[in-house]
Nanobody, 114 residues
């Protein structure tokens, strides 16, 4: 089964920025509707942003105006640029399709210190 590989997380101060990457070994990637999710301790996984194959994007209200999702189909990679980070953005971030088609990867930890 295909398992996305997420990277780019880390520890950052309140107001800082990070850029996450997710690479998927799938020849059909360019057609895939992709999404970034996050799961904070004790909370359910939530979808924060998604991008269709043609580039149309959508964001959760909690990240709108601060996060930007993009993709490079030539590299089978989807990105999440996160600016103006807040402590409440602390979570493990994952990528997958909105339907959870791929196996879930290990995710990448984002910690925002106050």
């Amino acid at each position: 089964q295909v398992q996305p590989v997420e990277s780019g997380g880390g520890l950052v101060q309140w107001g800082g920025s990070l850029r996450l990457s997710c690479t998927v070994s799938d020849s059909m990637f360019s057609l895939s509707h992709m999404a970034w999710y996050r799961q904070a301790p004790g909370k359910q996984r939530e979808l924060v942003a998604d991008i269709q194959g043609g580039g149309r994007t959508k964001y959760a209200d909690s990240v709108k105006g601060r996060f930007t999702i993009s993709r490079d189909n030539a590299k089978n990679t989807v990105y999440l640029q996160m600016n103006s980070l807040k402590p409440e953005d602390t979570a493990v971030y994952y990528c997958n399709t909105p339907s959870g088609y791929y196996s879930w990867g290990q995710g990448t930890q984002v910690t925002v210190s106050s």
